[in-house]
């Protein structure tokens, strides 16, 4: 997921520059009616613990920093003290594996800043974790991530090695790689102190963030595979070309209800360019009407409080994944449950854009906008409803 922050395949989600990045997030942040907050009146149902809110910068990075938060919730859910864990240590260690499969398959897989939820998983089993303290990335003249010289020069170098005219590789290339990483980000410590005591990044993973990633399962759902079978995650980003579970539409909210309900949160990764999208007011819902077959006032007055919304039905969700109305754009964390002045569930979700918005780096999504937009929810076993998970093969 990284379309937002760079269409350059942001997610693998498509390759956009950071200044195609910033220019989205404008784009969401602009032509929105101002005072979508006093018309949206929102009563909070659940609230489940997080930590607090980030901006991942110019980075396409907000598949880190909606899985480390998720991860982070975990921890506060198991009882264990709050750590902000390093989004860009899990982002670095996930380079090098990406830039291994990159290699491997000749330079045809996309190259960039995204990644998907199961890879925040898969990197902190394999390198473990680090506190942010410890780890803040910011090693070239910035006080927030700026990710695109880095990632062009990195990008360069991948062409250059899989272009070489001598045939047989060295094993000099990956070391010369994670140099690169180590001059833009910094050099990971062996060992670090965090509250006294000395660790690794393994052992601190095992002895304080604690979480057991073999129980986090990923699931999404579409219609050309059957149903509770794993299945290829058909997106650009997917670089580490993992599956995750197939259910029916229905199911995905029946899971973050359920996970919501019983105190786990849920990472999301979505589609945040629709103009139905509103990060300024917080609001992301799907009106009945195209936007594109509005009138010029009915588009100003789409955020004017609650609305009749589209039925989202398997056939339609499918039909905007393959004509590209839904692309794979950014993640964000589910953590919790509020209703609209009528009654209407939105789920309530933390972004990583900063705190510049109306809900202060928060956001109400209708349950018709999760169904439509979603392209897969990571979640806690034990969060699934014991029906739908006997199911899962």
């Known amino acids: 997921m990284k379309k937002i922050l760079s269409l350059l395949l942001i997610s693998g989600m498509a390759v956009i ?65 709050f750590v902000d864990i390093s989004e860009i240590y899990t982002a670095r260690c996930a380079y090098i594996e990406r830039a291994k499969n990159y290699v491997r398959l000749h330079g045809n897989i996309g190259w960039g800043d995204g990644a998907e939820l199961h890879d925040v998983v898969s990197t902190y089993k394999k390198y473990g974790a680090v506190p942010y303290d410890v780890y803040t990335g910011l090693n070239y ?114 899971i973050a209800d359920n996970a919501l309900k019983n105190g786990y949160t849920v990472a999301w990764a979505t589609d945040v360019s629709e103009k139905y999208f509103s990060w300024k007011n917080g609001v992301a819902i799907v009106p009945e009407k195209e936007v594109e077959d509005m009138e010029a006032d009915e588009v100003k007055k789409m955020f004017d409080g609650p609305q009749n919304e589209r039925e989202i039905t398997a056939e339609l969700r499918e039909e905007a994944f393959d004509n590209y109305t839904t692309t794979d754009d950014h993640g964000m964390h589910i953590v919790g449950l509020a209703k609209d002045q009528n009654g209407k569930e939105y789920y309530m979700v933390k972004n990583s854009w900063g705190d510049k918005n109306d809900y202060k780096g928060y956001l109400y999504v209708s349950k ?11 979640v806690n076993e034990a969060a699934i409803p014991s029906g739908i998970l006997r199911k899962l093969k």
Not at 175 to 201: I, M, Q, S, W
Not at 208 to 228: H, W
Not at 368 to 378: C, D, E, H, P, S
């Open 368 to 378: 018709a906008f999760f169904n439509y937009k979603t392209v897969a929810i990571l």
């Open 141 to 254: 003249g910035t006080s927030k991530n700026k990710f695109g010289e880095m990632q062009a020069a990195l990008e360069g170098m991948l062409k250059g090695i899989i272009a070489n005219k001598n045939g047989k590789l060295t094993k000099n290339w990956l070391p010369a790689f994670t140099a690169v990483l180590d001059a833009y980000l910094g050099k990971v410590p062996e060992e670090f102190r965090y509250n006294g005591k000395t660790y690794t990044p393994q052992s601190f993973a095992k002895e304080v963030v604690g979480i057991q990633p073999e129980k986090y399962i990923e699931l999404g759902s579409v219609t050309y595979t059957p149903y509770y079978e794993a299945s290829m995650l058909m997106v650009p980003d997917n670089w580490s070309l993992q599956s995750v579970y197939n259910v029916p539409l229905n199911d995905l909210t029946t």
């Open 17 to 81: 520059t950071t200044h195609a990045q910033d220019n989205l997030v404008n784009s969401l942040k602009s032509n929105q009616s101002d005072s979508a907050k006093a018309k949206f009146q929102f009563t909070t149902v659940l609230n489940l613990e997080c930590s607090p809110v980030k901006n991942q910068g110019s980075s396409g990075t907000c598949w880190s920093y909606s899985g480390n938060s998720f991860l982070e919730s975990e921890m506060m859910h198991d009882g264990k003290s």
